[in-house]
């Protein structure tokens, strides 16, 4: 065993930048129990009410939040869990059904001591006498490698609150939280319709957390050195680092631990931008599209991408390739996404087969009446009718690749090619679109 | 004191009842399904109640505010 020079008084806090991913480039496979507390310290003890109170305090003035998506304050959302009555329960959510995000999968895999000390000190900050985390069911070597860690801190005599780990149906709307809470009680993965809200009444009827693997990872963190230390990365309003994935038209695709606030521009030289690249992807499938020249200046935070119509979402970014048609990728998620329809809501099931079929008509320039127009009405006919915001999410999408790729809906809607298409690209699936899971298993 | 209609989308399968009874509230999208075009004014109220009552999916649900909400 390597324990020469263990000091633990002067273990060195991580980096401002390398945080959650301290050693990923050393170590090629997840950090073993004894690595991780060499690198972190060991999880620091949550003694009492007082230190429970502490803990939330201190996630509330480190502005931490969600980082699954909605961007949630996670300060805001523990206590409202914790002020309820009765043992709470936890849920972390590694579900991770963004085709093109790939963060969580990658923190599972290299820190998965760092996402359980965040379900550790979570679960005792709210009062929760259970936790559950829950992952997808296509990717079995997640599983084994959270069992494994959690096995090393049962023997290390950590592990207060059980921790359930789960593998639920792998369907795009599977990691909503309803979704993991319907599951959870037994029924199947897919959105119910709210009220109650989880934090009040969730898995078996009890005031239910549920929060993002990689914000309990941060979680984690923010208990060691405290909310001083976390805002010592970022920018105001929007602290400490966050993981992202950078895909498409890039030299290294892959997953980057960036300040908070970062420009969308940095980011994608960081990844190694490709030239004659002109648009992204900004939020993964359920994202918005972008001209990469309107947005690269602008910060990859829900208040900075607003004004484009943008938001961060799980920090995606896909750069679109240059001989790439943009409209034919929309076309093809859009495709995906109506694929991906929980089925239950009727302008959801009909609505998005209606939108992907005039987005492909579009795509491949051969309308069929006017497509622009039927999708421009049928935007406003779908949006905000599901009991989930799947359909919300597909519609901004689709609306986004018309704003960006506007000359080439055009020129498409009047049955001519756009260069990139005309190249014979739109079959060539610049993103990939992941095959589905078994249809109609929701077990 | 105004009242709210609000359609349970996952309950709601188009029948489409609610549209017939109150036209003046409930349009139909393309595919069937209704769309609530404003909240309920107190002379429309025993209207809605009775489209409440109709739905058989018992989709549709009143519910009373104190402040007006946006519509969607």
């Known amino acids: ?443 | 004191m105004t009242s709210t209609l609000r359609v349970d989308p996952i309950a709601c399968v188009g029948h489409g009842l609610c549209a017939d009874l109150l036209p003046e509230l409930i349009e139909l999208d393309e595919w069937g399904y209704p769309i609530i075009t404003g909240s309920v004014p107190p002379g429309l109220a025993a209207h809605a109640r009775r489209a409440v009552n109709a739905c058989p999916a018992l989709a549709l649900r009143l519910s009373r505010t104190t402040q007006q909400l946006t519509t969607r």
């Not at chain 1, 998965?112 to 379900?119: F, K, M, R, S, T």
Request: charged share 20%.
């Open chain 1, 1 to 443: 065993m390597m324990q020469a020079d263990r000091d633990d008084a002067r273990i060195p806090r991580p980096s401002q930048l390398h945080r959650l991913t301290a050693g990923w480039q050393l170590l090629n496979r997840p950090a073993t129990l004894d690595e991780h507390v060499r690198r972190f310290g060991p999880l620091p003890p949550q003694h009492g009410r007082r230190g429970r109170r502490d803990l939330l305090d201190q996630v509330a003035a480190a502005g931490l939040t969600g980082r699954g998506g909605a961007g949630f304050p996670t300060g805001t959302k523990l206590r409202a869990v914790a002020d309820r009555r009765g043992p709470a329960v936890l849920v972390a959510n590694g579900m991770e059904s963004e085709p093109a995000s790939e963060k969580d999968q990658a923190l599972l895999a290299r820190a998965p001591h760092l996402v359980l000390d965040g379900i550790a000190l979570a679960a005792a900050a709210v009062g929760a006498s259970e936790a559950h985390l829950c992952l997808a069911r296509t990717r079995d070597w997640q599983q084994d490698g959270v069992l494994a860690a959690l096995a090393e801190r049962q023997a290390a005599g950590l592990g207060a609150v059980p921790v359930s780990v789960h593998d639920l149906p792998h369907h795009y709307v599977s990691s909503e939280e309803t979704s993991l809470v319907h599951w959870l009680n037994g029924g199947e993965a897919r959105p119910t319709f709210t009220p109650p809200r989880p934090f009040e009444r969730g898995v078996r009827k009890r005031p239910t957390l549920i929060d993002n693997v990689e914000t309990l990872a941060h979680v984690a963190l923010i208990a060691r050195y405290g909310a001083g230390w976390f805002r010592e990365s970022g920018a105001a309003g929007a602290s400490g680092t966050m993981l992202t994935t950078v895909t498409g038209a890039v030299d290294q695709p892959g997953v980057y631990e960036v300040e908070n606030g970062s420009r969308v521009g940095d980011i994608l030289a960081l990844a190694g931008l490709q030239g004659g690249s002109a648009a992204v992807l900004i939020g993964g499938y359920f994202g918005a599209w972008h001209d990469i020249e309107a947005v690269s200046r602008l910060p990859l935070t829900a208040a900075g991408l607003r004004p484009a119509g943008g938001s961060p979402g799980a920090g995606v970014l896909i750069a679109l390739p240059a001989e790439a048609c943009g409209l034919a990728e929309a076309a093809r998620i859009l495709r995906y996404l109506a694929g991906q329809s929980a089925q239950q809501c009727g302008p959801c099931v009909f609505g998005l087969p209606a939108i992907a079929d005039d987005l492909g008509q579009l795509a491949a320039a051969r309308p069929d009446g006017d497509p622009l127009a039927r999708l421009q009405r049928r935007f406003g006919a779908i949006s905000g009718r599901g009991a989930c915001r799947h359909p919300d999410g597909a519609v901004r999408m689709a609306a986004s690749a018309l704003r960006t790729f506007a000359a080439d809906a055009h020129a498409h809607s009047r049955g001519r090619l756009c260069p990139g298409a005309r190249r014979g690209h739109q079959h060539t699936a610049a993103l990939p679109v992941p095959r589905p899971f078994a249809e109609g298993v929701w077990r």
